[in-house]
């Protein structure tokens, strides 16, 4: 296990410089100037100019990148072009919105599938079985954008329940608060994203119930009950675990759309306006930032499957898992 | 899929309003008393993108902090009005070169510090310096020189005549000569002081217990930042914020127009929504084809069908609220058949194509399509290309690399532009640049507004753009909110008159 982590470790180091390499290249591809958002209608090209300078985006690009590596290697992630302000603990700060609304949406959302989709396979010859599947189905197809404003339409400005949007300034120093406007975000992506992983614990839990080795375990006097606890849950998990990986990693890059739409200070609507104002350091940040993040999910999927499944372990000289 | 989203938000917020909600609104206004302990709760799109208008705070900062946080040596009133604000008055030389500001005395800065004219100094030369980042550097170029005499006097030696220069000086902020950073701080003389910015939220502002004149009629207040009108009029229904700075979303207004919880006010704008040609390039280039595409479009109905019965038509590129102002919307009457008639005497009976420049947030790709279908009537064709903020700074504004584009102009005062051959839409007309400088350098107002009025005409004439319609400025407030401004002009917010109760 510890070579194992070492190696995992290397690679993720890796795929964030090759990343922020990416990054780097591909915002000097596009179009546009970074200067642009400083300045307003009536400067003189020598203003525009002394934008470039103030910015220094008129410095060689060899050099810009040096700059940015370096601070990356000191954890430095630079000065925001248009707020001034250091981005660090800019998306700090809205790392403590995006954070929270991740979790507690994948929270619920896999509360709401592991015993739905278990449920829809389990009682598929039962009405409610294909019932459940089909919901499930249209819930993928729903973009999560027109559930949040459906929710705001009835909980807010109907009923009257809840905010419709924004985060409470005193943050979570008003805990009642801040749940409370994080609640109908919550609810959004969860519903969504319930929906996709009731259909991969369903397929699952089908393969898993229709296994030789259940029906082995049951042949040798087991109850359903302790068969598909001791061998079905944890064979069915395997699949489940990976997804839920993914899952979670989507969620984190997907809260972009819930942000908007119930104006939330995250780091969804911090990289938008930062890719409005061609703010570099403030795109390069976030999307480093949300990199690793995804690189840290899918490491610790890996490393809750190989716990859950044994049979990962043993093949861990060989290539890679 | 912005727009979409606010059209579809529109159409079930107004559903909704239909089935008579509102109950739990704003308390009716007029019989509560107000209460100075209150914190005023203020919805904007306009969020600062930092707090320095002289490096690229943009139209946000002016709002939050113009009056609020800081103070100029003259107030621009919401009326319109100059009045004194830092200074207590003011001397001009008879060659009109030299300007004898007399300073307020008791002024502190909110670090503490006291009022010296050598802050004075340092805050014009801010705005001047070469790496000023302000909009209006340009405006105070005449300025040769601040001198600071002794202990309560400014003196600004001008290099010409400049007219306009203390109205000119309503936008420069005073700022703490000491002051190391002022764009994630601040230091001003205002009568408010900055709370905390969360970017990406909220600004609040709280009252400066120090200040020299008359305090807040409110305990504060705190701006909220939104993204888009949609949710921003949600929170004005769910009671999250008090009033809205300047209503973007003519659909919305209908939810609270009529409803006895809100009181929508219909102020003065600055903002003009121009069709600029490329007046360097064939076929604009042609003062008469620019007539006749002035001609061919239907500015009445295209403001019917934007803003719905709000706004006004002015035919040039100045507002009413400028002293120069005229009715100019004579001048290229809508007319068809002229149009028409002018197209063949410029050789184009047949019409032309050209490319639309047109940024992609509204009201331009609503405009860009009704002018298509317009200009289609009388032969020519229109290709729409949509273009974001920052494409049109870099293709239009910066290489001037354009046919003809829409853009809206918010400034006040800015007709001067086509005295600049330099400018993005490249008018150049000899007499007019010299009218418009020669105004500048005018002895009087009265002298100033004469020529002003004069080269507005000529370039109405010349149909140097095509001025489609002057926005209407709309505040919206809950009903128990007042002693707002309702002008906003050139952005500004003045939130130490708003009371609640």
Redesign the interface.
């Given at each position: 296990m510890g070579r194992y982590l070492l190696r995992r470790t290397a690679f993720l180091l890796a795929s964030l410089l090759l990343a922020a390499s990416l990054l780097f290249v591909l915002l000097r591809l596009l179009?546009?100037?970074p200067s642009?958002?400083?300045?307003?209608?009536?400067?003189?090209?020598?203003?525009?100019a002394?934008?470039r300078?103030?910015i220094g985006s008129d410095l060689p690009l060899p050099e810009q990148f040096a700059s940015w590596l370096g601070g990356l290697a000191r954890l430095d992630l630079g000065t925001s072009f248009?707020?001034?302000?250091p981005v660090g603990s800019?998306i700090a700060?809205?790392l403590s919105v995006t954070v929270p609304l991740t979790l507690l949406a994948f929270a619920l959302a896999v509360m709401v599938a592991l015993p739905v989709g278990f449920l829809a396979a389990w009682r598929s010859d039962r009405w409610y079985g294909p019932l459940l599947n089909g919901v499930a189905q249209l819930g993928v197809a729903v973009p999560v954008?027109?559930i949040g404003?459906l929710l705001?339409?009835v909980f807010?400005?109907?009923l009257?329940m809840l905010?419709?949007?924004?985060?409470p300034?005193e943050?979570w120093a008003e805990p009642g608060r801040a749940l409370t406007s994080l609640l109908l975000p919550v609810v959004t992506i969860a519903l969504v994203m319930s929906a996709s992983l009731i259909r991969y614990v369903r397929s699952a839990t089908v393969d898993v119930l229709g296994s030789d080795f259940l029906r082995t375990a049951r042949a040798m006097g087991e109850s359903f009950g302790g068969a598909m606890w001791r061998h079905g849950l944890r064979n069915a998990s395997v699949p489940v675990i990976s997804i839920l990986g993914i899952e979670l990693a989507t969620t984190f890059l997907g809260a972009v759309v819930v942000e908007?739409?119930?104006?939330l200070?995250?780091l969804g609507?911090?990289l938008?306006?930062g890719i409005?104002?061609?703010d570099y350091p403030v795109i390069q940040g976030v999307l480093v930032v949300s990199t690793l993040a995804v690189l840290l999910i899918g490491f610790a999927a890996d490393v809750v499957q190989r716990l859950v499944d044994p049979r990962l372990r043993a093949h861990v000289g060989g290539g890679r898992p | 899929m912005n727009s979409k989203l606010a059209g579809v938000v529109a159409a079930l917020v107004l559903a909704l309003a239909a089935c008579g909600s509102g109950q739990e609104g704003p308390a009716g206004g007029g019989t509560a008393t107000p209460d100075a302990s209150a914190v005023i709760e203020i919805g904007s799109l306009y969020e600062p993108q930092n707090l320095d208008n002289t490096a690229g705070g943009g139209q946000g900062v002016t709002e939050a902090f113009n009056g609020n946080v800081y103070e100029g040596l003259f107030r621009l009133t919401d009326a319109g009005k100059v009045d004194n604000l830092l200074a207590k008055g003011y001397e001009v030389a008879d060659d009109g070169l030299t300007y004898t500001f007399e300073l307020r005395e008791g002024v502190k800065f909110h670090s503490g510090k006291a009022l010296t004219p050598a802050d004075v100094k340092h805050s014009i030369e801010r705005v001047t310096a070469e790496d000023s980042q302000s909009a209006r550097k340009s405006s105070l170029e005449a300025i040769e020189s601040v001198e600071t005499p002794d202990d309560g006097t400014v003196v600004v030696k001008l290099a010409h005549r400049s007219v306009s220069l203390v109205y000119n000086l309503t936008y420069v902020w005073i700022v703490n000569a000491d002051a190391e950073d002022l764009a994630t701080a601040e230091d001003g003389t205002g009568p408010y002081e900055l709370g905390a910015w969360k970017r990406g939220s909220t600004l609040s502002l709280d009252r400066f217990p120090g200040y020299w004149g008359t305090p807040p009629a409110n305990n504060g207040v705190v701006f909220h930042y939104f993204t888009d009108a949609t949710a921003l009029n949600n929170a004005l229904l769910t009671n999250a914020v008090d009033i809205v700075t300047s209503q973007q979303s003519p659909d919305a207004l209908a939810q609270f127009t009529g409803n006895p919880d809100y009181k929508v006010s219909e102020g003065h704008s600055t903002t003009k929504l121009l069709l600029a040609f490329n007046d360097r390039k064939a076929p604009f280039d042609k003062p008469l084809v620019r007539k006749a595409v002035s001609s061919a479009i239907d500015d009445a109905k295209l403001l019917e069908s934007i803003w719905a019965g709000h706004g006004s038509l002015i035919g040039s590129m100045v507002p009413p609220t400028d002293p120069w102002y005229e009715d100019l919307t004579k001048v290229n009457p809508y007319d068809v058949e002229l149009a028409k008639r002018q197209l063949a005497e410029a050789g184009y009976a047949k019409g032309f194509r050209f490319t639309l420049d047109t940024p992609n947030y509204d009201p331009h790709p609503t405009a860009a399509a009704f002018i298509k279908s317009e200009l289609a009537k009388v032969g020519i064709t229109v290709d729409i290309n949509v273009i974001t903020a920052d494409e049109w700074y870099s293709k239009v504004y910066k290489n001037h690399d354009f046919a003809a584009t829409l853009q809206e102009h918010v400034n006040d005062r800015d007709v001067v532009w086509y005295g600049d051959p330099g400018f993005y839409w490249g008018y150049d007309d000899k007499q007019v640049s010299e009218w418009i400088k020669d105004a500048e350098r005018a002895k009087t107002p009265e002298e100033q507004t004469e020529l002003l009025k004069k080269a507005n005409r000529r370039i109405a004439e010349d149909a140097a753009g095509d001025w489609l319609y002057l926005y209407p400025q709309i505040v919206v407030a809950a009903s128990n909110v007042s002693g707002y401004p309702v002008n906003g002009l050139n952005s500004q917010f003045y939130a130490y008159g708003i009371k609640k109760s």
């Open positions: 179009p546009g100037d642009n958002a400083l300045v307003s209608v009536g400067a003189t090209p020598e203003q525009l002394a934008a300078r103030q248009v707020s001034k302000l800019e700060a809205r954008f027109w404003m705001v339409t807010a400005l109907r009257r905010p419709a949007g924004g985060f300034r943050d908007s739409v119930f104006t200070p995250g609507t911090l938008i306006k409005a104002e061609h | -």
